[in-house]
Nanobody, 115 residues
Framework: QVQLVESGGGLVQAGGSLRLSCAAS????????MGWYRQAPGKQRELVAT???????NYGDSVKGRFTISRDNAKNTVYLQMKSLKPEDTAVYYC?????????WGQGTQVTVSP
């Protein structure tokens, strides 16, 4: 019913920037929020940032002031602009959409930050 396709991951040096994109398709009308989560090896998946259908944003403490989430309603796409990247930002980044109390996930995109 809902498909999420992430793109934009890659390898970057510390201090660099990347922008992730998540294109949503299918039954996404009246979604509650979309966002990004990440999971590093051996760690639990954690919140990075979310944005509601009303454009209210929320960020994880470790990325506040460095990452910015935004969305293009016409393209059904959510973006994550990441700046001042640190090696500890290395993880697989997953896009998530919540709609009617159900969560949908993308396949994930790898972000690797070298020292």
């Amino acid at each position: 019913q809902v498909q999420l396709v992430e793109s934009g991951g890659g390898l970057v040096q510390a201090g660099g920037s990347l922008r992730l994109s998540c294109a949503a398709s299918g039954s996404i009308f009246n979604f509650n929020y979309m966002g990004w989560y990440r999971q590093a090896p051996g760690k639990q998946r954690e919140l990075v940032a979310t944005i509601t259908s009303g454009d209210t944003t929320n960020y994880g403490d470790s990325v506040k002031g460095r990452f910015t989430i935004s969305r293009d309603n016409a393209k059904n796409t959510v973006y994550l602009q990441m700046k001042s990247l640190k090696p500890e930002d290395t993880a697989v980044y997953y896009c998530k959409l919540r709609r009617y109390m159900r969560d949908y996930w993308g396949q994930g995109t790898q972000v690797t930050v070298s020292p």
